[in-house]
């Protein structure tokens, strides 16, 4: 990945899907005007920060990346399976309940917000149609990441080896301690020959980036990269809820077909 600094907003994205034609960015805590706990760009509008600085930190992104409000779809994220096609209809909406959505108009942004879960987006080159989806360990046992596929199929017409997938910064295993239930419910959807534990010290790790990249190249996705950020080693870049303890903000992940 490359880490881009313009208008003081610091951002991530992966330059081969950049090179591809499609505005990405994995938006990191800086360059807004937030204080406390939600420094300082908090994209969040449920997590107790002053709604001014909210909508400041949303102009200042938008103006980054020459957007409208309007041309703007973000999701009401619940930890859900469900995963919708929008298109320029939607703009300015937000969808609820739901943790993926996918278009293939040009000029439409999709935005979502993370503090550890995975933001992965998805591209497919041939139909020049994009998603984001939002994956937690409630959403990967839940089937979001399958949903996500099945989704580019049916609404886009994509064949899964040509889709290429991008996996954001997220809370890593060097710092996902879980219980057994949980490790229990993301091995039901997972590969059987996947690594996504790491035992330490009588402790159970979740390696959630890999875990998602295994679910990912098992339902025949043709390309996974992966950011290799960890949330909770770096909450200097990114907002982090185990990390800081549950007050804290969200960060973006944005994706756009170019016009």
Partial sequence: MQRVTDSGIVYYHFESLTAAGVTHAFLTRLGGVSQGPYATLNLGHTVGDDLDAVQENHRRVFALFGLRREQVVSPYQVHSAHVRPVGPEHGGTVQGQTDGLLTAAPGLALLFRFADCAPVVLFDPVQRAVGLIHAGWRGLARGIVRAAVEAFTRYAGSCPGDLWAGIGPAIGPCCYEVGPEVVE????????????????DGRLYLDLPGAVEAQLLALGVGRVERSGLCTACRTDEWFSHRAEGGRTGRFGALVMLKQ
Avoid: C, F, T
């Fill in 185 to 200: 419910a993301v091995r039901r959807v997972s590969p059987p020959e996947a690594e996504i534990v790491r035992r330490q």
